[in-house]
């Protein structure tokens, strides 16, 4: 099976490849999440192979702010999204006439990774957290042990997603209250694989990303538990989003589809076989599937065309897997 964690410029034309010189009639144009993108990629890959090439697939990596600003536009098909929504982009959209179906796929665990010789942050609290990364922070907290006094005389180095991220969106938002408040001297990518990177060869850093990336990447970086709502510290890990002890970092992933894009039958069929097999592809990728019934009543919805989304505009945060399915299928 293909890395699902890859990053790849060429993944643009990845679902063609299988037809060589085949001239494409029918494009389908993803963007958006670079948490989702690789589910969307593998999907796209396997669909390739079932459909021997005859649909181009596109998936850029814009982050879900990118995405979402071109879905709103009319400009791709399909939005991968890290977080739900928004109200301003929910008011574009109907501006340009654009009706969407919101579509979870999977959940996620937003980890918090330090660098391996990083001995004593090995349990952070929410609190502690906000004082690293609160907007007053700001050239101010640049040492470990300003965090806690019997951590050592350590420079601090940040890294984390870009601005357009709902990666960042969410992270800002359960942590510092409010999404997009975030001090800003900090290594910000869209790119995983770079902040990866940049923990890993700083013994004084600190980061944050995808459950998967993290996963992907024990070798380079290692993961701090979280004081969760209920004042426990718990690992990030797939078994802890799916009970619910991991928060509130533990998050839905989506996908939006353009209602009118699903008319298209090379869409319909996509979106179909999206869902005929998330369960397997998600897994692979080492995000955390939604339960097997999920999906079945998930394509019912994508079929009746059922329009809008079940947040309101908002993010949600410390949802659970259980209420996101019973507000998407009710």
């Known amino acids: 099976m293909f890395n699902l964690l890859k990053r790849s410029a060429m993944f643009a034309v990845v679902a063609g490849a299988f037809a060589g010189s085949f001239v494409h009639a029918q494009t389908i144009k993803i963007d958006g999440s670079s948490t989702v993108g690789p589910i969307s990629e593998a999907v796209a890959e396997e669909f390739g192979k079932e459909t021997k090439g005859a649909i181009k697939i596109t998936v850029g990596i814009s982050g879900t702010g990118g995405g979402m600003k071109k879905f709103v536009r009319g400009e791709i098909d399909i939005c991968n999204a890290s977080r739900p929504i928004k109200t301003a982009e929910i008011e574009q959209a109907k501006a340009a006439g654009i009706e969407f179906i919101e579509v979870p796929v999977a959940f996620d665990g937003l980890t918090v990774v330090v660098n391996p010789e990083n001995t004593w942050a090995t349990k952070l609290t929410p609190a502690q957290l906000k004082l690293i990364w609160e907007e007053s922070a700001q050239g101010k907290i640049n040492n470990w042990k ?4 019997s951590f050592p005389d350590q420079a601090l180095k940040l890294y984390g997603p870009g ?22 001297d900090y290594t910000a990518s869209e790119d995983d694989n770079v902040l990866v990177q940049g923990v890993g060869g700083d013994k004084g850093a600190l980061g944050y990303f995808g459950l998967a990336y993290y996963l992907e990447n024990k070798d380079k970086v290692k993961s701090v538990e979280i004081q ?12 802890a989003v799916k009970a619910g002890t991991y928060n509130p970092l533990a998050r839905p992933l989506f996908i939006y589809v353009n209602k009118a894009s699903i008319a298209r039958p090379e869409v319909k069929q996509f979106i179909e076989f999206y869902l005929d097999n998330a ?7 080492e995000f955390v599937p939604l339960p097997d019934s999920a999906y079945p009543e998930l394509k019912k919805r994508v079929e009746a065309g059922d329009t809008g989304t079940v947040f309101g505009g908002k993010e949600q945060i410390g949802m659970t897997i259980e209420a996101l399915i019973a507000a998407e299928t009710k």
């Not at 990666?167 to 001090?183: L, P, V």
């Not at 369960?279 to 990728?285: D, G, M, Q």
């Open 279 to 285: 369960a397997e592809l998600v897994k692979e990728a």
């Open 228 to 239: 969760n709502n209920e004042g426990v510290f718990v690992a990030p890990s797939a078994e």
């Open 163 to 184: 601005t357009d991220s709902g990666t960042f969106e969410y992270f800002t938002e359960a942590i510092n209250k409010k999404a997009k408040s975030s001090r800003g």
């Open 146 to 149: 300003q965090i806690d006094a």
